[in-house]
DNA sequence: GCCGTTTTCGGCCCGACTGTTTTCAGTCG
């Protein structure tokens, strides 16, 4: 069973607890779990065989929930959970997605009313039924109604790459205006998340009103949502929704680490402003109503003892105790990427020749790149067959001998078919300097199956690299069942590096599995797995995902001269 | 439900905005 799978059992249950009006302490305690239980690298399931103390170990994991766990592990199923779904129908639970109506409001349409779908809900709204319910309005059932329209299109998350092109605009725009002094965007944005749910900006300013009506007008906003004096949240064309913080100079930064979250890391900050008799806010940190410090980040680090923490690690994954100990990563930079060993051109499915993505690279000041296109299961992209490819290779070879300034690979992307056998002959591999070997088909096979298969790429010795490891599209499908314990340990067996591929939608490697293979002691390769020119620049991102993976530019295998790269690979 | 260099009981982060309210509950981040 999947760590998710695990989690949501968690997740589920804390919703129906809100619902029944449970202690609230207890259902953070649930949410607690879960989210432990979805970041854990290690797998739950062969943790819960080991048995009760081993889960226990885990943190926000005590007597009874080792147990639960165990009993999901073994039974799939949840007897409290059971139960409670008996007792509050799942359209209940369904109206928690519509933005203004919480635990409380649902529980008393459903109590008061009888309302157990989302159909029914829109009915008695529109009927007047909802808004005379008590501490219910007409604006109440009104809100309702939107929300009702607004969960078919929204709720969801959107990819990091075009959330940060839409905040940074705004955030550039806004500080084009007069009244505004400082302004950057917070939130998971700024720790550099995959995805992002919304989109938060801060600003300071002498006059908010100004800020506000130049917000409501920009172009990209067709809806203000709710307006503050210091608040102000809005819809963009795009169904993101931002929200904008004006704060003063003196609490600019006091704000910034408050809004940029995560929650979880901000809660454990401010546990430790109240074990030195402190007090954090957005407005600063306070020793009774005094204000000690709060214009800047480092400041209100330093009020609880601790250096800045770059925002990409704030997700109280370790990063608190690594700062206490001065072990704070020395994280990769972009400026650190020497080379990219994964991109496509016409041969198969990319838009770009060899000489143009060599230029490109080269344009890039990149040192070494291999071109890597499709092997021939790959039907839709004309991948290529051993005739097609050793064809391909001497064209690549003729461009590259014409060439100074850059090294270029003769490399492949091979799938590793259904069956568990790879899509070309060994006799082939081994003439290529680079192999990568990837999953694109089958991904919904059982674990099992999907293991077998990227063992027998990993125990191939012409294999370099596992390639966009699960297969994920962010947003759209999720990745194979991999037991990642397995695989880091095959691959660090038999020197295979794993790729944190950049591409916006992939980012996979995820932050969590990179953190491990660096743990395994595997070398990452960040790639852009470019298909075009500007493909190539997407490379930032696997960077943003490596650093929040605390990797450093050892750990980082294409951070190395092409030399000492291909020293990695034989010695591995 | 978890957790403990003041605690095995009694805490558990903190504030803004909205709508329905005459002082606050619910929701959200």
């Given at each position: ?10 997740e ?6 809100e619902i ?31 048995g ?7 943190p926000?994991?005590?007597?009874d ?18 139960e ?10 369904e109206?928690?997605?519509?933005p ?36 219910f ?6 809100s309702i ?8 299109t ?5 990819l ?5 092109a839409?905040v ?7 500080l084009?205006i007069?009244?505004v002094?400082q302004?950057?965007?917070?939130g998971?944005c700024?720790?550099r998340?995959e995805?992002?749910?919304d ?5 300071t300013a ?7 009506d ?5 172009r ?25 913080r004006?704060?003063?100079?003196e609490?600019y ?5 408050y809004?940029?979250?995560?929650k979880?890391h901000?809660?454990v ?6 074990e030195?008799g402190l007090k ?7 020793r009774?109503?005094?204000?000690i ?9 330093a009020?609880?003892d601790l ?6 690690l704030?997700e109280?994954r370790?990063e608190?105790e ?9 994280l990769?930079e972009l400026?650190?990427?020497?080379g ?9 499915d990319g838009?770009a020749?060899i ?51 850059i ?6 992307e091979c799938?590793?078919l259904e ?9 082939v591999l ?9 999953l ?6 059982p674990?099992?199956k ?9 125990r191939n ?17 999720p990745?194979a069942?991999?037991d ?7 691959a ?9 591929n950049?591409?916006?939608?992939r ?7 990179a953190a491990?293979a660096?743990?395994?002691g595997?070398?990452?390769?960040i790639?852009?797995?470019?298909h075009?020119t500007?493909g ?9 995902q ?16 092409l ?7 034989r010695s591995?």
């Open positions: 069973m999947q760590n998710s799978e695990v989690a949501r059992y968690f589920d249950l804390a919703d129906l607890l029944d009006g449970a202690n609230p302490f207890r259902i953070r305690a649930y949410r607690n779990a879960a989210r432990t239980i979805e970041d854990l690298p290690a797998s739950v399931e062969s943790l819960a065989a080991e009760r103390e081993a889960l226990m170990e885990l926000g994991i005590g007597e929930l080792a147990k639960k766990i165990i009993v999901i592990v073994e039974t799939g199923r949840l007897p409290q959970l059971d409670l779904q008996e007792k509050i129908p799942s359209g209940v639970v109206m928690l997605r519509i203004g109506l919480g635990p409380k409001k649902a529980a008393a349409v459903f109590r008061e009313l009888n309302i157990e779908t989302l159909d029914q809900l829109r009915a008695a709204a529109e009927s007047g039924e909802v808004a005379s319910l008590k501490g309005g007409n604006k109440t059932a009104e109604l939107k929300g009702l329209d607004q969960i078919e929204s709720g969801r998350r959107f990091l790459a075009d959330a940060m839409e940074d605009e705004i955030t550039a725009d806004l084009e007069p009244a002094g302004a950057q965007p917070a998971s700024r720790r998340k995805t992002c749910g989109l938060d900006v801060l600003v002498a006059d908010s009103s100004k800020v506000m130049a917000l409501a007008g920009h990209l906003v067709t809806d203000v949502l709710a307006r503050g004096d210091t608040k102000q949240r809005v819809r963009l064309k795009s169904g993101i929704e931002l929200d904008l004006v704060v003063p100079e609490s930064g006091a704000a910034l680490q809004f940029t979250g995560s979880e901000n809660i900050i401010r546990r430790r402003a109240q030195r954090i806010n957005e407005y600063g940190v306070f009774d109503d005094e204000r410090a709060g214009a800047t980040e480092e400041d209100v680090y009020a609880v250096p800045w923490i770059t925002p990409e704030r109280n370790g608190i690594l700062a206490e100990n001065d072990k704070l990563p020395q990769i400026a650190d990427i020497r990219d060993l994964h991109m496509h051109t016409t041969a198969t838009a020749s000489r143009e993505m060599i230029d490109a690279a080269k344009e890039r000041k990149l040192k070494y790149i291999a071109i890597t296109d499709h092997s021939k299961r790959v039907t839709m992209a004309n991948g290529l067959d051993a005739k097609r490819l050793r064809k391909h290779w001497k064209d690549i070879d003729k461009v590259r001998s014409s060439l100074s300034g090294d270029v690979l003769c490399g492949i799938d590793i069956d568990a056998t790879l899509d070309l002959p060994d006799d081994q003439e290529a300097d680079w192999v990568i070997a990837v694109h088909y089958g991904l919904n096979q674990g099992e999907i293991m077998q298969r990227l063992l027998t790429a990993i010795p012409h294999v370099d690299m596992i390639g966009h490891p699960s297969g994920r599209l962010l947003t759209r499908r990745g069942e991999i990642y314990e397995t695989l880091f340990k095959a660090a067996d038999h020197g295979v590096l794993m790729e944190i950049a591409h916006p939608s980012l996979d490697l995820d932050d969590v599995y491990s660096k743990r395994h595997i070398p990452v390769v790639n852009t797995d470019a075009s500007s190539l620049d997407v490379m930032q991102y696997g960077v943003y490596a650093r929040r993976a605390g990797l450093e530019k050892k750990d980082v295998a294409n951070t190395r001269t030399k000492q790269f291909q020293r990695l690979l591995h």
